[in-house]
């Protein structure tokens, strides 16, 4: 049974915010500050923000423009897509994939819900005074109920959202996201206005060469763009399913992030301008050393569960300025923008995926819904509990981007010929050719570079950081890492043999069940046949054209013979139904 085919996005417009404004989150305003500040030196944060970019360019976009291509190549989640380009059998590694989003969809929904009650407070009571009151205030807060109770209304409001899929978020996207961006950069405006704002910019960006023999500042530096970009995460998988072919996935996985990391670079010199602008006020002076490692301390406070400098520091520094209440309201209806439209893809992938397996969505929405609600509600009750997700699903972002890498190495091995070989860059170029290059319309052509990229450096990179990120865990002795704590190795290893046991069972033992569905090549472009036909001008130019015919799929070649090709009669080539890939 074909499935239906997918409601595409009205306009490139909707389609840019909307993707934007998955990855534009709390990450990038609140976590970005604070982990360039852990990774400055007593000089300057210059070489981390090098770092940062270089892994932007050498990591997060290669992975972003896989995302980009499988999902609108597939049209499906990232569990089918596997099972489509690979086989029944690795339905499991694409679970992995959802499994990561869902365990941070569940405790992101916790902090969307601590901005709500944030933006609340500062509108109705004054701002903190000094740090003792704004960490009683975020103390009470996490230990009553109105964590619960603003978890379920982030769940509820999010639902609301995304409840006819594509034709409501990307109407909501259209408002929030300008709204964000315009308050992010305007509040960067406003920051350099202010006397001494200039130094914290400075501070920024001036460097400390002795830092890039720092190991643990290159594994922050991958994870925090894997995070600050949502590469490895499978958001852009579900979002592709809604781009027709005329939507450039290059285009969009260059740009993109490249944007995104703007905003996480223009909130860090905005929050170093208010915190170095408040203490020149109360008299430290930057170009002292020991005052400059005062100024450095208040950013890099992670407090607790890595709120220090948001829910604690930014309400008493917005007190100390000029309308300084009306700006902290203005900051944390931000953040909750920020945090709505990140949600929003976060909840819209796990009920794409479950319409793949044949839910209809009014079951598969309120189904997603109560999952979230429940699996978030010990890090709403359990502050503990929400750090140590934090820690177990931010450091699986590596282990989420492999997959997808794995995906592309092994793509030649099961798309076409059916044995190993061994050409390495054989897997990245047919996927660059066919899914890519060959499917899109108008789009930039995905370079052999890129295929290099893939097959080559970026499992070694996967391979190091993960390697580094273990060792530096294993160091750490209070408390050691075998222990069962919030942020230990043992715990976030427990946790993902756990979810891998469970996912590779179910793979095993449930597999069959999806079946019935179109799984061959044939069907997937046949499935597709609409899309083919979306832009009537470059109609004559699209490789394939379906037909149907007896018990083939007949594919029309308009310009050359497709590499999936397994057999041909008179001038058109025929997909058997023996050409699956289960």
Not at 110 to 134: N, S, T
Not at 548 to 564: F, Q, W, Y
């Amino acid at each position: 049974m074909a499935q239906d085919p997918p409601p595409m996005f009205s306009n490139t417009i909707a389609l840019c915010l909307s993707c934007l404004g998955c990855v534009v989150g709390t990450g990038n305003i609140w976590r970005f500050p604070r982990i360039v500040a852990n990774n400055a030196g007593d000089t300057g944060g210059l070489v981390f923000l090098l770092v940062w970019f270089l892994f932007l360019l050498l990591w997060s976009i290669p992975v972003i423009l896989i995302e980009y291509s499988i999902g609108r190549f597939t049209r499906r989640g990232p569990v089918e897509s596997f099972a489509v380009l690979l086989g029944k059998g690795y339905r499991w590694i694409g679970g992995w994939v959802f499994m990561v989003n869902l365990g941070i969809c569940c405790y992101y929904s916790v902090v969307l819900g601590w901005c709500f009650y944030y933006f609340i407070h500062v509108c109705a009571y004054p701002l903190p005074e000094d740090e003792i009151i704004a960490k009683e205030i975020f103390t009470t807060m996490a230990d009553s109920y109105y964590p619960v109770l603003t978890h379920a209304c982030s769940v509820l409001f999010v639902t609301l959202i995304i409840m006819r899929s594509v034709s409501t978020f990307e109407k909501v996207n259209l408002v929030f996201v300008p709204i964000l961006l315009t308050t992010v950069f305007g509040s960067f405006i406003y920051a350099l206005t202010l006397p001494g704002a200039t130094e914290g910019v400075k501070y920024l960006l001036r460097p400390e060469w002795s830092l890039f023999g720092r190991a643990r500042l290159w594994v922050e530096a991958m994870a925090q763009n894997a995070w600050d970009t949502g590469a490895g995460v499978g958001l852009f998988i579900v979002y592709a399913i809604y781009m027709p072919r005329k939507n450039g996935v290059v285009k969009f996985g260059v740009l993109l992030p490249l944007v995104n990391n703007i905003v996480s670079f223009t909130s860090a010199m905005t929050t170093m301008a208010t915190v170095f602008y408040v203490n020149i006020k109360y008299g430290l002076d930057p170009n002292k050393p020991e005052d400059l490692r005062k100024i450095v301390a208040v950013l890099a406070d992670n407090g607790e569960a890595n709120t220090g400098l948001t829910f604690v520091w930014i309400p008493t520094l917005y007190n100390t300025l000029p309308n300084g209440r009306v700006l902290a309201i203005v900051f944390f209806l931000c953040l909750s923008f920020a945090g709505v439209s990140s949600m929003v893809a976060m909840m819209e992938f796990p009920v794409r995926t479950l319409e793949d397996m044949g839910a209809k969505r009014k079951y598969a929405l309120p189904c997603t819904s109560v999952v979230v609600f429940l699996f978030g509600l010990p890090s709403a009750l359990n502050i503990q509990i929400l750090v140590n997700q934090d820690f177990v699903w931010g450091a699986s972002l590596i282990l989420s981007g492999f997959a997808l890498i794995f995906l592309v190495f092994w793509y030649d091995t099961h798309a076409g010929k059916g044995n190993m070989c061994l050409n390495f860059l054989a897997g990245a170029n047919r996927f660059r050719k066919e899914v890519v290059n060959d499917y899109g319309i108008g789009d930039w052509q995905l370079p052999l570079l890129w295929a290099i990229l893939v097959t080559f450096i970026n499992p070694l990179e996967a391979v190091v950081m993960l390697g580094w990120w273990t060792y530096d865990q294993v160091q750490i002795t209070d408390p050691p890492w075998w222990a069962y704590e919030p942020e230990t190795l043992y715990s976030a290893v427990t946790q993902w043999c756990f979810w891998l046991l469970v996912l590779i069972s179910l793979n095993i033992f449930c597999g069959h069940r999806f079946e019935g569905r179109a799984r061959t090549y044939s069907h997937l472009v046949s499935e597709n046949a609409p899309d083919f036909a979306i832009d009537n001008e470059h109609e004559d130019t699209h490789p394939l054209l379906m037909s149907s015919e007896g018990n083939h799929t007949v594919v029309s070649s308009m310009r050359e013979k497709s590499p999936l090709m397994s057999g041909s009669q008179e001038g058109v080539t025929v997909y058997t139904n023996e050409s699956t890939l289960l």
